[in-house]
Structures are given as C-alpha cells and as structure tokens.
C-alpha cells in the first residue's frame, strides 16, 4: 500500500514537471511564430547549413519565406531576405535589435565583446559609436588622410608599371589589394606600414602571422556557439587556438601604444625645452584616442584602445579588399564595361595627371560599377548577427527575446522581385535609381551600420579609378574569371585573381615619372608630409628646405643631440664640387639608357654600379681651366 502511494506521488510530480515545461513552452513559443523547415532534436536546422551559408539560406527563404524561423542548437535564429523586413528591423524596431549575440570570437579576439563590433548596446558602445563617427570616421578625419590612399595607389601603381614591363607579366591582385589596404589602414591608426618587398623588419612579420591566424579562426564555424555545453571540452580545439593568438595580438597592440606614448612624452618634453616640440608629427587615430584619454581616462583605457584599433584594422582592410578583387574580376569578364569607365575617365579626367579622390566624385559611371559590385557580391553577405532584447512581432509575426537576426544582404540583392536581371553585371541600373530604399545594403542599416563605409568607398574608388585610367587589362586565359565565392565573413574569391595588364600609351609618361629617384625610402615611418615621395624635384625645396628640416621632413645627418657634427663640412664639399663640375664641363651619359639609379650595400648607401660619364670643356671656361 505504501509502496503503491508513493508511486502515486512520484507520477503526479513527473506529470506536474511534464506539464509546466511544456505551458512555459508554448508561453515561449506561440503559434504564430516565422515559418521554419523541420527539425531534428538537439541539433534544430544545423543539418541543413551547407557552404556557402548565403546561398543555403536564400534557398531556405524561397521555400519557406522572406522571414525564417531556425534553430541552431540551442540559439533561435530569425532570417530575413526582405527589405520591408529589413526596414521594420531597423526602423521601429531598431533599439531592440540593437545587441549582439554572444560568441568565443567576440569573448578572445575582442577583449570580451567590448569592440565596437561585438559590444551589447548601452552606454559603453555610445560611447564608441561617437568616438568612431565623430573623431575617428568623421568627413575631416578621413580627408586628412588622403595622401597616404594617394600614395599607398601610387606605390601599387609603380609596381604594376615595374612588372608590366615583363612580356605576358602576370599582376597577383588578391595579395596586391590586400596588402594596399592593410598598408593604408595601419598608416592612418599607426603611422606604420608592414606589408611591401622593402619591409622585411620583425614587427611587420609578427603582424602578418597575427592577420594570417585571425583569417583562419574568423572562416572556421564554430559548434561551441550553438552548444555551450561543448565549451568544457573545447570540442573543435578552436578556442584554445583563440586565446594563443589573442596574447600574441594583445602584445603587439599593446606595444603600439607605448611607443606612441613614448613619443608623445619625448614631444612633451621637447615642447618644455625648446617651445616647439614635434608640432608636425601627423597624428595617427592612437594619437587621437592618447589625446582623448586625457581628458577621459575612465573610458579610453589601454584595452578600449587596443579593441578600436583590432576592429578598424581587420573590417577596414579585409572588406575593402574583396571589393576591389570582386570588381576587377567582373570588369574583366566585361571588357565592354571596363572600356565605358575608361571612356568617362578619359573625358573627365584625362592624361595630365592621375586622378584623385575629387575627381572620383565626378566619375557617375565608376560610381555605378562599385555599387553593382556590392550588390552582386556584398562586403558581408550575412550582416554581423544581431540580438532581439526583447519579445517583439515582425510583420506580425513573434520573435522571441534573445533570437539571433540574420539579415541575408546577398539573397536581397540576387532578389528577381526586386531587380531586373539580377545575377547580370548591370552597372547601367543605377542610373535609374534602381537601388533605392532597403534594397542595397554593403554596411548595413540602423544604428548599428558599419561607421567606416565612407572611407571605405573612397579607397575602393580611388584605387579602381586609376587602375582603369593607367592600364590596359585582360585575362590570363581566354576562359573567363571564375566567380565561386570563398568562406569567410567577407565572402573571398575561392581563387585568387590574376591579370595581366600594360600601361595605357596615353599614360607611360606619368608612370615614369614616378620611378626617377627614391628621395626618400618607403619604409620609413611617416612620409604623408610629403605631397609626392618619389622624383627628382629640386623645385619642392624652392622655399621650404628650412621648414623641411626642421619639421623632420628631410633628414640626410640624423637628428638630435647624436647627429653627425661634420654636416656643415659635407654640404660645403658636396656643394663645391657639384657646383664646379656643372659650371665648368658639359655632361652626357655614356648610353642612351638612364644611369642605373640601384643602391649598393653599405652604411653610406653607395652605387651599385660605379658612375662614368663623357664630359667637355664648356668654351667659356677653357681658358680659366687650362
């Protein structure tokens, strides 16, 4: 009997349980949730997820609808492939998908989701959207940087013209681009450049091995986010892999910022001794963040800093780059369009100089090719995941607190409802305003949009400009470029592109120009000052060459209270033989090919080759000589 009561009990507490899971759930998960495909227990819709994730999704959405219930694991995902969707979202439901879901990779490579990529919303990441927009990304910021696009393009046009002229030389641009963007992301935040044959110090190559790691780990799919359970094992090993290279990236940028301290300190000090310090110095965005942290301390700290650099680096240089290597593909799969750029270019800017960013603006056409670039091939075909904060409706439908929303930008812009010809490399559409609204969306939308978009198109702009002003392209082969897309957040080219490119006839003056002599070497820290860094051009001292030594523009003795004390003896020696040389003889090089201009190994820089000349007496010095 007693036996019997207590069964009794125990099936009534198992039916109780039962029932309550199962009213919480339903409370939870009301009818009108999205559509959804079937489940499997566990795992919810990860079977389904197959590479490329864009394209598994789009075809879910066709199936099931522009907004898609899925389960991955234990996370609830809302898929949306619509612009009303989109605009509904980030319009009146904007602060309540303002969050961002919680990962390994935002908790290791983003000091603990605190970028501005990663963080919650709430006051931490206000107050790095207004450092982002207002110092960092403002119009003025971004301008002030433009002679490092101009002469980080110039350098990548200087090696094109180098290696074109090789017979059928072949032009690597996926690693080109890729290096150009990094180069001018990590001047503007650092005032350093790691990537080119001349640099080959050891910073540049811990750098490189840092990026190499990151692209790694950012392609690899992750189960740990969806079964958190699997993080006490680590089950793919990859969070271990994480926390390795977030204290080899956390050394390095932290060594970044004591050097800038450093020197802002031996600035400091100079100012107290002489009053003027290193007022030149162009300031790096850590020097802005170093400048801001002293006034607030509290919330621009080392780890703040280092998290804005982390982030503006990685999505600054990587986005830019696809674009650049996905435009460039489609021009060459259609010369027809690359010749109508080459047209306007050639009307509006012509060859008397090459074309710079205002000249970018005017360029309507080149504009038109770059935006049905993003369309066809989004920086981001999945937009950063975001967080619902609370229970919410989307055209009526309920979405649960804490669903992942993931906005399918690649499906919305291949929409056949939406564009005419969608899979087609249209430029022309965008004559017509066809990508108005919440159709075209390379940077998001709301509050959350991406804050570097605008320098973004610019280096994007200025670096296709000029490789269509300057060059004539083809393909390698006569079959066309393959576009199958990579892994990875950014949607690489599975395969890298090559080229091969000559320089425009109207265009082989300008580019040799370029080439006449390294007055000052590439590799050293900071040559922004100077307007063109290559070129023998006497001209430029006419009325600067105090300021140009003392602003540190133009150093041959060094600096300080080290340099070289026989300087003013050099220059006399220098300067009278020089002078007398061309006062009393007429020169001529031996050839008619230029001097070899290579340097030679050595302290002091010597000729590679030794120098011969043929000479003559000038007639109006004959008889002073003899």
Not at 80 to 85: L, W
Not at 330 to 347: F, G, R, T, V, Y
Not at 454 to 481: N, P
Request: proline share 5%; net charge positive; hydrophobic share 40%.
């Amino acid at each position: 009997m007693e036996v019997s009561h207590w069964f009794n009990f125990a099936a009534l507490f198992f039916f109780f349980v039962l029932a309550s899971k199962l009213i919480i759930y339903k409370l939870r998960n009301p009818k009108n949730l999205p559509p959804s495909p079937p489940s499997r227990p566990i795992i919810g819709h990860l079977h389904l997820l197959k590479q490329p994730i864009h394209r598994t999704l789009c075809e879910l959405s066709k199936k099931y609808g522009d907004i898609l219930f899925l389960r991955f694991g234990t996370r609830k995902v809302l898929v949306i492939s619509s612009p009303s969707a989109v605009e509904e979202c980030f319009t009146r439901k904007d602060v309540i998908f303002a969050n961002r879901p919680r990962t390994l990779a935002g908790k290791h490579l983003n000091y603990n989701s605190t970028t501005m990529g990663f963080s919650s919303y709430g006051e931490h990441w206000r107050n790095l959207r207004r450092l982002t927009t207002i110092e960092l990304f403002s119009a003025s910021r971004v301008a002030s940087f433009s002679d490092i696009r101009k002469e980080e393009v110039q350098l990548l046009l200087k090696q094109l013209f180098r290696d074109s002229s090789k017979q059928q030389a072949k032009a690597g641009l996926t690693a080109s681009f890729m290096e150009l963007t990094f180069n001018v992301m990590m001047r503007m935040i650092a005032g350093k450049r790691y990537y080119g044959k001349e640099v080959v110090d050891e910073e540049a190559r811990q750098f490189h091995n840092i990026i190499k790691e990151m692209e790694a780990l950012r392609g690899s799919s992750n189960m740990n986010d969806f079964f958190p359970v699997l993080q006490w094992i680590d089950f793919q090993g990859l969070e271990k892999r994480m926390m390795g290279l977030k204290k080899k990236m956390d050394k390095f940028l932290q060594d970044l910022i004591e050097e800038h301290q450093k020197v802002r300190s031996q600035s400091s000090q100079s100012t107290k001794i002489t009053g003027l310090g290193n007022q030149k110095r162009n300031m790096t965005l850590i020097d802005v963040m170093l400048s801001l942290k002293e006034t607030e301390p509290e919330f621009y700290t080392d780890q703040t800093i280092k998290g804005v650099i982390m982030s503006t680096l990685t999505a600054g240089s990587q986005t830019s780059a696809a674009t650049l290597e996905w435009a460039m593909s489609l021009l060459l799969n259609n010369p027809e369009k690359m010749q109508k750029a080459s047209e306007e270019i050639d009307a509006i800017v012509g060859a008397e100089h090459i074309l710079d960013e205002v000249d970018v603006t005017k360029l309507s056409y080149l504009q038109n090719i770059i935006n049905e670039t993003f369309r066809l091939f989004p920086p981001a075909p999945l937009l950063l995941p975001h967080e619902s904060s609370e229970d919410c409706t989307i055209s009526g439908l309920h979405v649960p607190r804490g669903t992942m929303l993931l906005v399918n930008t690649w499906s919305i812009h291949r929409d056949t409802k939406l564009w005419v010809e969608p899979t087609k490399f249209m430029p022309e559409r965008f004559e017509g305003g066809e990508g108005e609204g919440y159709r075209l969306l390379p940077f998001g939308a709301g509050r959350r949009a991406c804050p570097g978009a605008g320098l973004a198109k610019r280096i994007i702009g200025l670096t296709l400009g000029v490789l269509i002003q300057c060059f004539e392209w083809d393909r390698v082969s006569k079959e066309e470029i393959n576009l199958t897309e990579g892994t990875g957040l950014t949607m690489p080219k599975a395969e890298p592109l090559e080229a091969v490119c000559r320089p425009r006839q109207s265009m082989v003056n300008l580019l040799s120009s370029m080439s006449l002599l390294i007055r000052l070497h590439i590799n050293f820290e900071d040559f922004a000052s100077n307007s063109i860094a290559e070129g023998l051009i006497p001209p430029c001292y006419k009325t600067s060459l105090h300021r140009a030594i003392e602003c540190l523009e133009l150093i041959p003795f060094g600096v300080g209270r080290r340099s070289c004390p026989l300087a003013g003896l050099a220059n006399r020696v220098v300067g009278l033989a020089l002078a007398s040389l061309i006062q009393c003889f007429e020169w001529e090089r031996i050839r008619e090919d230029e001097v070899d201009m290579s340097e030679g190994s050595g302290i002091t820089m010597l000729k590679a080759k030794p120098l011969k000349a043929m000479f003559e007496a000038r007639m109006s010095m004959i008889d002073v000589l003899a």
